[in-house]
Every structure is written in C-alpha cells, then in structure tokens.
T-cell receptor, first 114, second 113 residues
Framework: GDSVTQMEGPVTLSEEAFLTINCTYT??????LFWYVQYPGEGLQLLLK?????DKGSNKGFEATYRKETTSFHLEKGSVQVSDSAVYFC?????????????FGQGTILTVHP | DSGVTQTPKHLITATGQRVTLRCSPR?????VYWYQQSLDQGLQFLIQ???????AKGNILERFSAQQFPDLHSELNLSSLELGDSALYFC????????????FGPGTRLLVL
C-alpha cells in the first residue's frame, strides 16, 4: 500500500538557518504530494502541494519539488524563523482512484531558536 | 481559519461510554474525511463521505461509525470507548473526492479515562 517516510526528528535550528526535511514515498500510479504544518494546539494547515512530477510547490518561503525518479518531496526553506516552529507532515494522495484519502508521514518536529 | 468547524474542542469521558463528534465542512465542500492522530499510530485516515454517501474506509474500528447528513455536516460516533481511543480526531473537507486539497478543522481532543 501507499506509505510516506519522513526524516527522524526533532530538528532544532537557529534562526536564519537553512532547513531541509526529507520525505520519500511509495505509491502506485501518480500521487499528489503535500506538506501540511501543525502549529501547537492547532489543526493541520496546507503548506504547499505538487500534483505531478517535476512540479515545485512553494509558499511562505518553503519549497518542495516532486521528484518521481527518487520518489521524494523534500521540504526546504532558506532562512527559518522562530515562528516556523511546528510539526511538519508530508502526505500523499493516490492518483489512481477517485478517493481522496491522505496517507501521512510520521511528522517532523521543528524548533527554531532565536 | 480553514472554514471547517468541529465540536466539541475537548471531550473527557470514561471507558465503555459513547461519544459523538461533529464536523461542519467548508461552504460548498461535498466531501468530508475523518482522521485520528495518536502518539503511537500517527495520523490515520478513518473514513470518507461524499454528498451523504460513504466513499472510502480506512483503519476504522467496528466500534466507530460515521454519517454525513443532507446539510453535509458529519458526525463520528465512537462507542464502547477504550483507553487507547484517546486521540485527536480531525475532520477535513474538500470540494469533491479526487485530487482536490483537503482543509482541516481544529480537531476534537478525546481523553478516555
């Protein structure tokens, strides 16, 4: 079945550092890929998405490129801020069916210190 | 604010009891999804409804059931509760049931004592 694997956390960075959170997936067909962010005490918010190979999703300085050849969708940001501290989830939606269920990775906790 | 509302925000109950979680999707969204977030299982898909009909089932226990009403709100019923059912339950909605983005509600935190 479908699966998503994220890098082990937690990740602790200083403000303005470069961020990479690795995400790889296993899926049949051509899934859509997503990054969701969960701030403390809140629900999940869509951060960015990509629906086909080589697409780049971007939002709020975060970027991720859909790499079919390496089945990856790594999240990057050039300069993190304290306000980026949150839990980040990589997810996929199987493109082979009309059903919309999301399969999530285990989440990566990011803490950014001033 | 995603536009998806969930009530109640917190729920504390005892083992063996039954509870109902409620979700109102974003205006115009026909599809509703339920997810469970727990420390040991992570975020898992439970069930999906589209325009009142069940569309897909995930790792949902037989003690759990859901429905979507004509006004498109949805309820998740959890019965014979066990300690292990303590979790954060999210509802999400999307326009249709395919590749569209899902928007998540703030969740209901259930604690079973």
């Amino acid at each position: 079945g479908d699966s998503v694997t994220q890098m082990e956390g937690p990740v602790t960075l200083s403000e303005e550092a470069f961020l990479t959170i690795n995400c790889t997936y296993t899926a049949t067909g051509y899934p859509s890929l997503f990054w969701y962010v969960q701030y403390p005490g809140e629900g999940l918010q869509l951060l960015l998405k990509a629906t086909k190979a080589d697409d780049k999703g971007s939002n709020k300085g975060f970027e991720a490129t859909y790499r079919k050849e390496t089945t990856s969708f790594h999240l990057e940001k050039g300069s993190v801020q304290v306000s980026d501290s949150a839990v980040y989830f990589c997810a996929l939606k199987d493109g082979g069916t009309s059903y919309g269920k999301l399969t999530f990775g285990q989440g990566t906790i990011l803490t950014v210190h001033p | 604010d995603s536009g998806v509302t969930q009530t109640p925000k917190h729920l504390i109950t005892a083992t063996g009891q039954r509870v109902t979680l409620r979700c109102s999707p974003r205006s115009g969204d026909l599809s509703v999804y339920w997810y469970q977030q727990s420390l040991d299982q992570g975020l898992q898909f439970l069930i999906q409804y589209y325009n009142g009909e069940e569309r897909a089932k995930g790792n949902i226990l037989e003690r759990f059931s859901a429905q979507q009403f004509p006004d498109l709100h949805s309820e998740l019923n959890l019965s014979s509760l066990e300690l292990g059912d303590s979790a954060l339950y999210f509802c999400a909605s999307s326009v249709e049931a395919g590749k569209e983005t899902q928007y998540f509600g703030p969740g209901t935190r259930l604690l079973v004592l």
